[in-house]
């Protein structure tokens, strides 16, 4: 079983993948720092409730959506 912020970065990694957008873009639309996203999806960064709703917010999906099927 993956760690919370290893499961959280990788589930930001599919959905933005689905999208077929670039970290860049994810960064842009999410107005969440580059390097901060990369360390995020990589698992190495703690990361509060208002980035992560940046985040999933930019990528249209609810709160519900992201954390159904969460590893």
Request: glycine share 10%; aromatic share 8%; charged share 30%.
């Given at each position: ?37 990369s360390r995020i999806e990589h ?29």
């Open positions: 079983m993956l760690g919370a912020k290893k499961s959280i970065g990788k589930k930001i990694v599919l959905l933005r993948e689905k999208k077929g957008w670039s970290q860049i873009r994810l960064s842009t639309e999410s107005g969440v720092d580059n390097s901060d996203l698992g190495n960064k703690n990361l509060c409730i208002d980035t992560l709703e940046k985040i999933y917010t930019a990528l249209g999906i609810s709160y519900q959506e992201f954390f159904s099927e969460l590893e």
